[in-house]
């Protein structure tokens, strides 16, 4: 636990600005005034990454320098692994599921897979990550974060400027080892890091914490390998929280689970050390997974979750378990683990970990989310044209929330708004 010894952060002025207005506004008519219309310029809302350009510049220089590195990177011929097991042009994880299923969930394991099935690659171009990892295979990427602002905040950082900020915080305290959910000040989490074992751990899973202080996430760099997160295209009230902060002390852990909509998921590691485990589609039935509506997420979906510790199973509860094939993987400071649509997971920190994660509708993955999405029930899918199939990502996503009824966007409404509210109501 070095991040005392980390260099405060350093702001530009624009964000120094900013940063003023907003911590010195009063959070409560901040909200009010939020519910309902936007907090930041169009751009910073559209986009998942509220990117500041000035921060991506270094970025698209070295992109020159990338393609070379490739190459002299790429010995191995995954490329040719890549054709033989999944073909080319696959464009929709929805289509090629029962496929990967066959050679990837289970035992049956393809040739040469050597129990270290995730690459690590240093500053993937865009051309290859759409085509190779894109909704197919997950992917850690080494070079990219350690550009962005963000890779500066420090626990200090944060508790000298958010320490009156409340965030949800699951933790465990004591044997049960049952985790609960409980709505803290910052500064209250920051000072119980020091005191942590296997049975006594906390993490923030807080999904509103950067929508109530927007001026952080301009410290977050944009993801280059996508022009558009198409989460952006869904009316403001529907769409899913955006970033979430995930600080966690040593031996704390996430849940065995599928992001909702059984999106991508990008996780930014900006300090500390992150263990995970990974199970390719087709796991459910090892994992005894169930699935439930989120009750927090604007637009209700399911979410898939496993009962089941993957760091400490319980075989004679979950003999099954015993079939499944985990990928391992460590991740470290400034690298970027890319978790693809269908894929369960789980995250353990090895020791004091600031992480941000974020959800991602690709023109990979659109199908399955969207899949997702009718399957709840909120636009009766008589109503699809006949051509459906046809349309393209952004156009299926516009029609499918062009026929959201106002009675879904209204409870969207309200459940933002419940959010927002249980936050800054609790005493503590
Ligand atoms: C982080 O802070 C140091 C000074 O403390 C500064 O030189 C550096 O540019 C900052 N990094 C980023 C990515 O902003
Ligand atoms: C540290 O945690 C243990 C339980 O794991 C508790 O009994 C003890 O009081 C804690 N110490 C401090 C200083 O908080
Ligand atoms: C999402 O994942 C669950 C759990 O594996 C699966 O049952 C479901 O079919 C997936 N949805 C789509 C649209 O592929």
Redesign the pocket.
Known sequence: MESGTRARLVMSPEVAELRKRYVTKKKADLLEQTIGDKRLPKNNTKFNFAGIMAASLPLIILTGLQVYQEMQEHGYSFEHFYQTHFGSGVSSTTHKRPDQLKEWGGKVLPNGYKGDGIHRRLRLNKNEYLKLYDAKWPVMVTGVVKHWRAMNWSAEFLYSYYGQEKVTVKRVRGKSKTANEVIVKLEKFYKSRD?V?T??WALTEDSTFFYRNPELTMDIGKFEYIQENLFGRFPEHLQPWEEQLQWGTAFSKSTLQMDPYNRTSLHFVLSGKKEWKLYSPGHDAYLYASARPTPDMPLRVLRYTSPIDAFSPDYSRYGLFRNAVAMDVMQGAGELLIIPAGWYYQGRNAEDTLAVCVGLMTENNHDTVLEEILKEGHVEEVHLPENYEAYAPEEKVDLVMSLMPPQVIEAAKLIRKEALRRVSRSRR
């Open positions: 005191n074992s049975e006594r």
